[in-house]
């Protein structure tokens, strides 16, 4: 049974920084398989944040978060990171690690199958 575990949420000042880490368990990445971050707010949709495709070896971002934000994973391809710098409030969300094979779109949420539970974010000013 697949699981991604989020930590490393919580509430910070405008400008601050913070690390998301997405542990997974029992996954075995296919060629093309990415892992990603997403975040929703109350009342609207899913939207992607990062990506990283192994299929391509790409890595993609949503352009509010460009220059701000990093994502990684480790090798073994078990642990995926966010770091998000100078964070705005616009960037307070859940946010959501997942996992599921490429489909042409990164940013569409319906090509993952697997998704943790999600993580608060919030930034105040």
């Known amino acids: 049974q697949v699981q991604l575990l989020e930590s490393g949420g919580g509430s910070v000042q405008e400008g601050e920084s913070l690390r998301l880490s997405c542990v997974a368990s029992?996954?075995?990445?296919?060629?093309?398989?990415?892992m990603a971050w997403f975040r929703q707010v109350p009342g609207k949709k899913r939207e992607g944040v990062a990506a990283?495709?192994?299929?391509?070896?790409?890595?993609y971002y949503d352009d509010p978060v460009k220059g701000r934000f990093t994502i990684s994973q480790d090798n073994a391809m078990n642990t995926l990171y966010l770091q998000m710098n100078s964070l705005k409030i616009e960037d307070t969300a859940m946010y959501y690690c997942?996992?599921?094979?490429?489909?042409?779109?990164?940013?569409?949420?319906?090509?993952?199958?697997?998704w943790g539970q999600g993580i608060h974010v919030t930034v105040a000013s």
């Open positions: 997942a996992a599921g094979a490429y489909g042409g779109a990164w940013y569409y949420s319906g090509y993952y199958t697997h």
């Open positions: 990283i495709c192994r299929g391509h070896n790409t890595i």
């Open positions: 029992g996954y075995t990445p296919g060629s093309t398989d990415c």
